[in-house]
């Protein structure tokens, strides 16, 4: 049973807070959103989460956990990071990157055996780049290079999966593909999203940042409000419930008057 979680987290830099006093979990199998406007620390947090950068305050928890206190390779084989923009300067080809998933797991230079090389073949099938293996990780599209990293993370067969935009360049079936095999991978899930239609059908929770706090966290049907939009956003729409799935679909109404966000302090829980 795998469950993250913040406590307390902060991050500042310059005498500035870009993640403040954070509070968050995810409990085991859950797909759990970060929404909120850019610079609300959606990345921030997500590389606090994954270990690139070290709190300012606070802990990152995986099952009680301390995960700065763990190193790099021992973080590795429990959490797996899809990144927004996929480094496109690898002079490898699209297996060879997908098959360094395995290095948490292995011994400096041991090879790769029968085992591993299926898990690469199967993660590329699945993902739907089986066709580009031997082509150069640098050649691909946007969209490719973020499939190959997804079929990276599944390799390596983390208890956690972090993404940060996974729908990022990717036309419309593969974001609802993507974002369909990560609900599916019965793994615990942090993953920021820009798209509230997408996070409203796809996450079991959602926490709203702004400013680098939360907000509001709950259910899409909790937090994906008019209110809360205007306020967090400094939008007019409409929230409805799609009478086919069931999620909340937000709907955005043109102004000729452009409404600044408000200061939102209350949390729903």
Known sequence: MTELRT???????GGRHLVDDVDLTATHGETVGLVGPNGSGKTTLLRCVYGTLPPTHGRVLLDGDDLHAMGAKARARRIATVPQDGQAGFELTVREVVAMGRSPHKRFWEADTGTDAELVRSALTRVGVADLAERG???????????ALMARALVQQPSLVVLDE??????IRYQLEILSLVRELGTTNLLALHDLNLAAYYCDRIY?????RIVASGTPKEVLT?????????VSAEVSIHPATGAPTVVYLPSTHARPPVEHNSTTM
């Open 226 to 234: 008019a209110d809360l939009l205007h306020a967090v956003y400094g």
């Open 208 to 212: 709203v940042l702004a400013a680098g």
């Open 7 to 13: 406590e307390g987290l902060s991050y500042g830099i």
């Open 166 to 171: 996974p729908t990022n360049h990717l036309d």
């Open 137 to 147: 990780f640098a050649s691909l599209s946007g969209g490719e290079r973020q499939r």
